[in-house]
């Protein structure tokens, strides 16, 4: 497996995303800008250029017409997928941490930080899909303070009115999304931060990874953990690989401490655990620092991670990645 | 060729002669081959034949993808030609992926401290032994090293004759370890040219203790072997002039049982930054 090396940020990655069809790949990074490659061969498609700060997430729709990115210049903007151009913005009064499109690709979801007397809070905007994309309205259709800990990454749940959150102190939780009500929480499903939280194709479980040094996969309409996958780092992000019965974890030691750890100590390795059985199955390294997110391609194909070291690692799975049988004939068709 | 430039040297146009001429041709397997003469860095000559084959990859995509393909580039992009940019795309080192059952991470991965040892071993140095507890660790991470290892006397080796020979200081290694002389077996240890004052007192058992600090007085040495047993008599040799210690000591004990396991104990063992040398003091030879 050779992969191809990204060179286009110029500091630590933050999110990496592939579209429906898997042969886009879009990151972003605290360097301001969003960049979006072809997956099959590392070619640069183009640049997402405007935000004045670091770019902390983003999302695009199933039909990689909308790209939606949230920033720390206290923004959200829609991009048009092909051009490059900037469609909408919103203000907030401060960072945006978590962007999500609806199944639908009509409503977008949105964490922005508790910070300068602000709470944290939840936006839901519909997305006008008529004409050119940028007549949309500025007032989101939902907004919200969830109570307690406060969330920091989101999605839509399996039905549309759902939103499912991860919290900082290791809650999940399930919120209405028109009236902010909680609907069903897991006050314990991790004991430190939840880093990232990844759903499965058809939405009816989910992966999170969490600081805690695990990663756990959670019934989406109970909120039951179903797996738990226990390592030896703190864990930066998870992903289900479709097709195949596995979950890549990435993580490593903590950003400030890297330089004072030895390449092999860090433990920035992907990781390749079996969904089901809970065991490690294989580790890909590379990375030269923690690495900070994981996605894998909807056709099961590839994954990409993207790393503190700024780099982001496009990886095509050989032939023996879908051959391999680790468990022979216990193994489980996905 | 000629007529492209006017040589200035009539060495070059022998060159030009000579070099062979490259070849590049395609055979019906479609494998280019590309011959090529080059002078490298050390002037020699190297012929080069680099073979190529292309494959054409086909891959049949959804139409939008096919569209998106066509795509104008943007941003910092734009205007780029098709194709990946090598200032921001290159191919990376082969990285494996082995997936197999069982949990890797129960594993331990070797400690700094294990990679050493197996090095050492490696190397033909021997194991590694604490000097304190004969344990398979660094005499620096012993877990006894700020008690005296094993006093409760248990263990005490019986110890034979009277006038047994002074018994062979730590066992030399039996790999290819240096041994000093002074160490080796029949050797009568370090220091034995040092006078031992005070003439005979063979009826003591004595041990003689080398290695130690300039500093080391008396009382030191009392409370260090008085942990053992009752410790007798207690000499330092010192230097006349100065009064400094010269590094040596002489310990007389009351039981021969206790003066051994002293040694056992104290031989090795660290001391005011030292690592000191226990052995039975000799008899002066008759002159």
């Known amino acids: ?334 | 060729m000629a007529s492209t430039a006017p040589k200035t040297s009539w060495a070059d146009e022998i060159d030009e002669l000579e070099q062979p001429k490259g070849e590049d041709y395609v055979d019906e397997n479609g494998i280019r081959t590309i011959v090529e003469t080059v002078i490298n860095d050390e002037g020699k000559t190297v012929k080069i034949t680099r073979k190529i084959k292309r494959i054409l990859q086909k891959q049949v995509v959804d139409h939008t993808v096919a569209e998106r393909k066509t795509w104008a580039k943007f941003g910092q992009e734009k205007g780029s030609k098709p194709g990946p940019d090598r200032a921001t795309t290159t191919i990376g080192e082969s990285v494996m992926l082995k997936l197999s059952a069982g949990n890797k991470q129960s594993e331990p991965e070797p400690s700094a401290e294990q990679t050493l040892k197996s090095n050492l071993v490696r190397a033909g140095a021997g194991k590694v032994a604490c000097r304190l507890c004969k344990g398979d660790h660094f005499t620096a991470k012993c877990p006894y090293k700020d008690s005296l290892p094993g006093l409760d006397g248990t263990d005490t080796p019986p110890f034979g004759g009277d006038d047994a020979a002074a018994p062979e200081p730590a066992a030399p290694a039996a790999g290819g370890k240096y041994v000093p002389p002074s160490m080796r077996n029949g050797a009568r240890g370090p220091g034995e040219s040092m006078g031992r004052p005070g003439g005979s007192r063979d009826d003591l058992p004595t041990l003689r203790v080398t290695n130690i600090s300039e500093d080391t007085q008396e009382n030191d040495l009392r409370d260090l072997f008085g942990a053992f047993g009752r410790v007798a008599r207690v000499y330092v040799g010192r230097d006349r002039e100065t009064g400094a210690g010269k590094g040596f000591a002489f310990v007389s004990f009351e039981d021969k049982a206790v003066a051994q396991r002293a040694m056992e104990k104290t031989h090795g063992r660290g001391y005011d930054n030292l690592i000191l040398s226990v052995q039975w003091s000799q008899p002066r030879e008759q002159r």
């Open chain 1, 1 to 334: 497996m050779r992969p191809i090396l990204l060179q286009g940020h110029e500091r630590s990655l933050t999110q990496i995303k592939f579209n429906r069809e898997g042969d886009l790949l879009f990151s972003c990074s605290k360097d301001h800008v969003i960049n979006v490659w072809f997956a099959d061969n590392g070619e640069r498609l183009g640049t997402y250029n405007g935000h004045n700060g670091t770019v902390w997430t983003i999302d695009v729709d199933s039909l990689s017409r909308f790209l939606v990115s949230g920033s720390a210049d206290n923004t959200m903007r829609l991009w048009s997928v092909q051009t490059g151009k900037c469609l909408y913005s919103w203000e907030f009064p401060t960072a945006v941490k978590r962007v999500a499109f609806s199944e639908d690709d009509d409503q977008i979801v949105c964490i922005t930080e508790q910070r300068m007397g602000h709470q944290g809070a939840i936006r839901v905007f519909d997305i006008d899909r008529e004409g050119d994309g940028t007549d949309q309205s500025k007032e989101p259709v939902s907004f919200f303070n969830p109570t307690s800990s406060k969330a920091v990454v989101c999605a839509f749940a399996h039905t549309p009115n759902l939103i499912l959150t991860g919290h900082e102190s290791g809650k999940v939780a399930l919120f209405d999304a028109s009236t902010g009500e909680e609907v069903q929480a897991n006050e314990r499903a991790h004991m430190d931060v939840i880093t990232d939280l990844q759903l499965s194709p058809d939405r009816s479980y989910f992966i999170t990874s969490s600081r805690d040094k695990t990663a756990r996969l959670h019934d989406t309409r109970t909120l039951m953990v179903l797996k738990t996958y226990t390592t030896e780092t703190p864990l930066n992000s998870a992903a289900i690989a479709p097709t195949k019965p596995y979950v890549l974890l990435g993580g490593g030691q903590d950003a400030m401490s890297v330089t004072t750890t030895s390449l092999r100590q860090g433990k920035f390795e992907t990781r390749f655990w079996h969904k089901i059985y809970e065991e490690e199955v294989g580790r890909v390294k590379g990375h030269f620092g923690p690495v900070n997110t994981i996605a894998v391609s909807p056709k099961g194909d590839c994954y990409a991670s993207g790393g503190e070291d700024g780099f982001v690692r496009v990886h095509h799975f050989d032939e023996s990645y879908f051959r391999a049988k680790p468990y022979g004939d216990l193994e489980i068709e996905d």
